[in-house]
């Protein structure tokens, strides 16, 4: 079982940058590709950047390439998001996902998320 608790959302202006994290207790963090996922109000829940166990693959969704980074600490069982050039339809509940596979799609644990909200 893996435990999954984000944090650092909030009410930020477009243009404006955030950094999401999430914290990971349970079964070895390590051995999970961590993932990024967003539901905006009204809209189906979407993928937003995977990294896998080692930190050294990554892989973004294009509406957020170039803007997005997704990091990882191991040794402080953290995954982040690292969101730049904030935009009005970056609006959406954030949740961080752990999975075996590096894939993007069935996922094996959620997070309860955090609320993102972009004012123009």
């Known amino acids: 079982q893996v435990q999954l608790v984000e944090s650092g959302g909030g009410l930020v202006q477009a243009g404006d940058s955030l950094r999401l994290s999430c914290a990971a207790s349970?079964?070895?963090?390590?051995?999970?590709?961590m993932g990024w996922f967003r539901q905006a109000p009204g809209k189906e829940r979407e993928f937003v950047a995977l990294i896998d166990w080692s930190g050294g693959r990554t892989y973004y969704a294009d509406s957020v390439k170039g803007r997005f980074t997704i990091s990882r600490d191991n040794a402080k069982n953290t995954v982040y998001l690292q969101m730049n050039s904030l935009k009005p339809e970056d609006t959406a509940v954030y949740y961080c996902a752990a999975n075996r596979g590096y894939v993007t799609s069935g996922m094996d644990y959620w997070g309860k998320g955090t609320l993102v909200t972009v004012s123009s």
């Open positions: 349970g079964r070895t963090f390590s051995a999970y590709a």
